[in-house]
């Protein structure tokens, strides 16, 4: 079984930039959801797709933006890039969209740094 | 609202000694619990769960007991290790219309000593 896997591992941006994360989903997972993790702190959810559309969203703007492909992959896109965004972007994959039961898997992360 | 309340860390033992981490909570309805796992450099690993009352989630030797007349869902294990060294986080997860939301806590900083 193939569990999440994300890419790149790290990024450096500069503010005002445009970066797009990818994500892999386990298998047999239809659900990605991407959270924020600033360091020291806990994860914020940034928002969820099941069958490729955007079912849940966090108190993010729309410079968050994503996609879920026909495979379940996923893609994170932040535009105009600021200081405050540099963390660590986690995806996470699920059995069902709305199942509250079925647990998260999370793969290693991106560690965005703004500079 | 729902909220997920858990002790602060860092949390400092030696090898071998009883470890509690506490997690309270506030919820409506009838939520699963879980503990989620970060390892310095990694993302977060599910480490056990629990989905109704009195359910108890165990797994590598932690246990936790999903305790509704306290809201509660303390996480505990008799003997911990250096390699137990980590961040831990509780997370509630409900229902809300056709969306699942997890509410997490703050985490809780663990280092095991030799």
């Known amino acids: 079984e193939t569990g999440v896997t994300q890419s790149p591992t790290h990024l450096i941006k500069t503010r005002g930039q445009q970066v797009t994360l990818r994500c892999s989903s386990q298998?047999?997972?239809?659900?990605v959801s991407w959270y924020q993790q600033a360091l020291g702190q806990g994860p914020q959810f940034i928002f969820q797709?099941?069958?490729?559309?955007?079912?849940g969203r966090g108190n993010f703007p729309p410079r968050f933006s994503g996609l879920q492909f026909p495979n379940y992959s996923s893609e994170l896109n932040v535009n105009a890039l600021e200081l405050d965004d540099s963390a660590l972007y986690l995806c996470?994959?699920?059995?069902?969209?709305?199942?509250?039961?079925?647990?998260?898997?999370f793969g290693n992360g991106t560690r965005l740094t703004v500079t | 609202g729902n909220s997920v309340t858990q002790m602060e860390g860092p949390v400092t033992l030696s090898e071998e000694a009883f470890l509690t981490i506490n997690c309270t909570y506030t919820?409506?309805?009838?939520?699963?619990l879980f503990w989620y796992v970060q390892y310095p450099g990694e993302g977060l690993q599910l480490l056990l769960k629990?989905?109704?009352a009195d359910d108890k989630g165990s797994n590598k030797g932690f246990e936790a007991t999903y305790r509704k007349e306290t809201t509660s869902f303390h996480l505990e294990k008799g003997s911990v290790q250096v390699s137990d060294s980590a961040v831990y986080f509780c997370a509630l997860s409900y229902n809300a219309g056709n969306n699942r939301k997890l509410i997490w806590g703050l985490g809780t900083s663990l280092a095991v000593n030799p």
């Open positions: 298998s047999g997972h239809n659900t």
């Open positions: 919820a409506t309805g009838y939520p699963s």
């Open positions: 996470a994959s699920s059995r069902t969209g709305s199942s509250y039961n079925s647990p998260l898997h």
């Open positions: 629990a989905t109704k």
């Open positions: 797709y099941y069958r490729e559309e955007e079912n």
